[in-house]
């Protein structure tokens, strides 16, 4: 079973970066399309990114696009999601996910980032 840890996020200033990274424990990455999803209170869970295992194809909300970018070191069994122009409205818990089919979708405990002046 894969276990997934999401660490670096924080408190941001509007404008400003993040990198959250996922390491990966107890399975091969490369087997797994990853994905990051957010959920701000009070509201359901919702995509952010998502790149596939081999060819490393990205895919990103609308409201996210041109500003997060998602990528992927198998080497390291790790995934990272780079956010920048930051705005109050992605504030959220971040959480990553890994998947290959029905039975195999595995989910870390999340990060919390806010963006506030």
């Known amino acids: 079973q894969v276990q997934l840890v999401e660490s670096g996020g924080g408190l941001v200033q509007p404008g400003g970066s993040l990198r959250l990274s996922c390491a990966a424990s107890?399975?091969?990455?490369?087997?797994?399309?990853m994905g990051w999803f957010r959920q701000a209170p009070g509201k359901v869970r919702e995509f952010v990114a998502t790149?596939?295992?081999?060819?490393?194809?990205?895919n990103y909300a609308d409201s996210v696009k041109g500003r997060f970018a998602i990528s992927r070191d198998n080497a390291k069994n790790m995934v990272f999601l780079q956010m920048n122009s930051l705005k109050p409205e992605d504030t959220a818990v971040y959480y990553c996910?890994?998947?290959?089919?029905?039975?195999?979708?595995?989910w870390g405990q999340g990060t919390q980032v806010t963006v506030s002046s």
């Open positions: 996910n890994a998947n290959r089919g029905a039975g195999y979708d595995y």
């Open positions: 107890g399975g091969t990455l490369s087997r797994y399309a």
């Open positions: 790149i596939t295992r081999r060819s490393g194809s990205t």
